[in-house]
């Protein structure tokens, strides 16, 4: 099917894409287009305005800090993540990850920040966010605002951002940090290893996805943790996707992470099982679907219109989660 | 909706026209420059049939506005083949019964064209990662594999 006509923008800077935002309800912010293209053709989204992120300078670029945070801008392409083979040792979830979201095909044009706006709660992509703990970064009218991961998904295709914000880039910080200002963080070691330099804490982090036919997931866990020299576990965080209408950020089996010992799996089972079912009861809370957000009601995932995979992923949810603490734990050997 | 100017460059041939902005990237090949070697199937970036190289990159062409390849180089099946003689890929598909009805082809030649031009020669899981980007009704992907396999040489472990 072809999409509904709509109207197009392609602003030179980004307070005239905020403007055209506003200007035009209902316009959406057009990145790399490859959630939001397939959501027009089947006219799950007929918006007046596309409003193209092209033409804005800067936007492609990824930064560090020399707190090795980094920042990865809203038209860097997933592609250039693939490419970037630093990022492997310095954000090995971002690394991992990335490679399976869509197709190659699809990466080439597909961006981080677009997929995270996108909201998919049956994609890869959000429930990163949560798992790196990232900030969205949004321009608006009224200016500048960060969004951290915890606050900024609402539903299905549902954000914090206003219907006139736009997200501009999205902040990681290292993967060695930790809840414990105590505990230092170094600069990123060769790709691969994920060693931090300081020899203080290796990194490791794992995707872990029921992928029943070609590479769209059904659900999936990730898991990103960092380990002290003795092979403690200084940070553990997890996040799921595929079981409740937001991605799930999985406390209370990384607390069981954190404080060590071997890894019981019926242990990380029920863990996981509360963890759902407290993002389940705070996803009743959730007001309904109308309203500002710059994301998709129809979602590109496998559940389709549904908000998640159902009663199978939510049973295979410990597993996953199992499985990616696992082969995290071994990356950051 | 109003027009808006394009200009792209499509197998060494510059055009420009004016092009309503839900023109997809395909449906310009197709409908406006006659490039039917381009083939559209799903229309929401499932199938893979549509698949052209945009700058160097294999993209859905059917998940690209035509506005947004302004300025942009474009390589159609058409494009492969200029001379009338099929690519290497192309004879590696013919070679190894890598198609039956062809629909699916023109993509997965272009994917493949580009796993070969890169820098680093492609491994059989960049093969197998890269048409998984695909879908192919007739053949069960096992002879596009084989034809892909053909044209890296034999993996380190089968050779004796």
Excluded: W
Excluded at chain 1, 204 to 230: I, K, W
Excluded at chain 1, 271 to 298: F, I, K, V, Y
Excluded at chain 2, 145 to 158: D, K, N, Q, V, Y
């Amino acid at each position: 099917m072809k999409p509904a006509p709509f109207d197009y923008r392609s602003p030179a800077t980004l307070d005239d894409v905020v403007t055209a935002l506003a200007e035009q309800p209902g316009a959406r912010v057009l990145a790399g287009g490859q959630s939001l293209l397939p959501a027009l053709a089947r006219r799950a989204l007929r918006p007046p305005l596309l409003v193209d992120l092209r033409a804005v300078p800067g936007l492609d670029r990824i930064d560090r800090t020399s707190q090795a945070t980094l920042f990865i801008g809203a038209r860097v392409t997933q592609r250039q993540i693939e490419r970037d083979h630093a990022l492997a040792g310095e954000c090995p979830l971002l690394a991992e990850t990335i490679r399976r979201v869509g197709h190659p095909q699809t990466r080439t044009r597909g961006t981080l920040v677009g997929g995270l706006a996108h909201a998919d709660p049956a994609a890869e992509l959000p429930a990163l966010l949560v798992a790196l703990d990232g900030v969205v970064h949004a321009r608006g009218p009224r200016g500048d605002r960060r969004i951290g991961a915890d606050a900024f998904y609402l539903g299905p295709g549902r954000t914090a951002l206003a219907p006139d914000e736009v997200a501009v880039a999205v902040e990681i910080p290292s993967a060695t940090t930790t809840p414990s200002p105590a505990v230092p963080t170094g600069t990123p070691g060769d790709a691969g290893g994920g060693t931090d330099d300081t020899g203080d804490l290796a990194v490791g982090g794992a995707c872990v996805e029921v992928a029943p036919r070609a590479t769209v997931a059904l659900c999936g866990a990730l898991a990103t943790v960092a380990r002290r020299a003795d092979g403690t576990v200084a940070a553990a965080r997890i996040a799921l996707f595929g079981v409740a209408a937001r991605p799930v950020r999985a406390r209370r089996a990384e607390r069981a992470v954190l404080d060590g010992g071997p890894l019981d799996p019926a242990l990380i089972a029920l863990l996981t099982r509360e963890d759902l079912d407290a993002a389940r009861a705070a996803d009743a809370e959730l007001p309904d679907g109308e309203g500002g957000t710059n994301g998709a009601s129809g979602t590109n995932g496998a559940a389709g219109a549904g908000a998640d995979g159902g009663d199978y992923c939510r049973e295979v949810a410990g597993e996953l989660v199992h499985r990616a603490i696992d082969r995290a734990l071994v990356a950051a050997r | 909706m109003s027009e808006h100017p394009v200009e792209v460059t499509v197998n060494g041939t510059r055009h420009r026209l004016d092009v309503p902005a839900r023109l997809s990237l395909a449906d310009l090949l197709r409908e406006h420059l006659g490039l039917t070697g381009t083939h559209l199937g799903c229309e929401q970036g499932r199938c893979g049939s549509c698949t052209v190289l945009l700058s160097g990159e294999p993209v859905r062409g059917c998940l690209v506005l035509a506005v947004q390849a302004d300025g942009a180089e474009v390589t159609t099946v058409e494009g492969v083949a200029a001379d009338g003689t099929l690519d290497r890929v192309q004879s590696a598909l013919r070679e190894h019964h890598g198609l039956q009805c062809g629909f699916c082809t023109p993509g997965i030649v272009l994917t493949l064209r580009h796993l070969l031009d890169l820098p680093a020669p492609p491994g059989r899981d960049d093969l197998v990662a890269a048409l998984d980007g695909h879908l192919c009704r007739c053949t069960g992907y096992v002879n596009i594999l084989r034809a892909a396999e053909s044209l890296i040489g034999p993996a380190p472990s089968e050779r004796s």
